[in-house]
């Protein structure tokens, strides 16, 4: 493991210096902007970083058109991890936002080998998950790459605007097929501007996706429309270790938002990695690491209440708190959030077949 | 200049060597097989190979489904070699097979950098041609590139049988953008078997565009559709010689489907290259060469008779006729189909319209 930043659309990302992130690619500091209603993972720094988005939020404070444009590979189910991005889209469609959101089923195939029949099968999901989490699917305008023609053509008009070395430098070397997908991806970005004319875009993306970020502003320019702007966000860790990447070839480590919530409750249980002492002695004598306890890493993220987080962090530092009674503390949180995360995706049915019939 | 063929579907194409290219690709003798009342061009070599028509042949004799897929890219009006392919398409709908005809603007934009609507303004204009040529556009699937979402789409598909090295063999190194024009080629090529399952599918190509039946070929396979089969028609040379190509590039030797008469008639008479002799004495002893004569090659593709092409030939080589006279029956030839032709396109103008809004 290297100490510098791993930044890889295709591959593995591996971030362990956002103070570098920001010298290094003109990313600057979420936390120095005054962004209204906070979210509780703007608040915390969990949505970390940002580019260009003052346009956004002045026009979002004057009421002028904007718009948030966001997606995801469908080649898995959403898991809590999923829940951030969902948060910021239903964030700036509440302060005003038109919302553009792509199941990029192109890329699911270029990348992963997933056929449109199967990708279409998890974008199903996810739409459930998207309704469930407030997004108002009624004024959004959501789909299948491969089901919007006007991406699929202007991914070639894009494509004037590359050569073979721009896109090797940016995402290293690849089979055609992805810088296909990558095309298509950018027309996805613009695609909002195509419809509405130029207008200030925000586009809440992992860091890994930055690259895609960066040659959609270089192309925007050249098309005369807004360079897109963009947020960042950290990543859920696994349950299983603060360094390790929630992923499906550790399900042990996932919590998706369509599972049985007692099982996710005895997950919880069973493998959250602690940060407590090895003996209940030296904890209570010593007190436990909230830095590396996965059960406090996830309450920063779903525990909306400042005060009674504090409380937390401050009686297990203490040792006060018990490893087991922090883990306890998430699996009640996250048992009652999936209760009615469920109900919300049962009543979102309907709509989703209407969007993805 | 060398001795041997240059095969490139993106560059300058120089057959010299027909049987060397017989034995090199694969591509089989025409004038071998038994195509029911063949075109002039079929029975005098200009079309003068093909890759497994037979299944083609077969299915017209039976009275079976077939297809026959071609297409061009819309960045020219359609000159007198473009006819050639026209009447091998109407040739083959007229025997029962289902036309498949694509204008490739996404080439177009990618090869030569025409936006997509400056190719639909050729497109139009070919489409008139198309129809004054004979193809019943009622009873043939006809697009753009960019306006079929199937070919878009299934290019992605497509994009996972080949890898970078397969590309770049058979295409040389090129942009990105050039290789998903191929795919999307691909695509159009497969699109009847895709809409209608497997069946023979004829491509009536120039040599140059073989690079694209063999990837089709192969990636058919590869999706349990049969590999499509191909013709191949020899060039029309320039009318400033036999050895140059017809190019917008040298007006003055390229007669347009939709140019004044009585212009084209001039061009004919003042620029033909003549296989004449130098002083009219001369050429009456010993005679005129026919083999380098543009206004009697043009006749070869031109005049169906046989009888009287013969005649005229006779009498060239015997020097009984000047090249003057050549090129003048030559002039009156094309002078009356292009009057009789523009009729033609005129009354298409409304079917044109409904097909290209």
Redesign the interface.
Known sequence: MTEGNVIDAFGTSEIRDYDKLFREFGVEDFTKLDAPDPLTTMRRGIVFGHRDLKPVLKAMKKGEKFAVMSGIKPSNYFHIGSKMVVDEIVYFQNHGGLVYYTFAD?ET??DN?LS?KESREYARDNLLDLAALGLDLDKAKIYLQ??E?TV??Q???Y??N???NM?EAIYGEH???I???V??QVADILLPQLEHGPMPVVVPVGFDQDPHIRLTRDIARKHKLMPPASTYHKFICSLLGVERKMSKREPQGVIYLNEDPKKARKKIMKYAYSGGKPTVEEHREKGGDPSVDVSYQYLTYLMSDDEKLKKIRRDYERGDLLSGDLKKILADHVEEFLINHQKKREKAGKKVDKILA
């Open positions: 192109v195939l270029a080998g449109f491969s089901e023609p699929l053509k991914a070639h008009v494509a004037r590359v050569t073979n896109l089979p055609v097929r810088y296909m997908a095309l298509v």
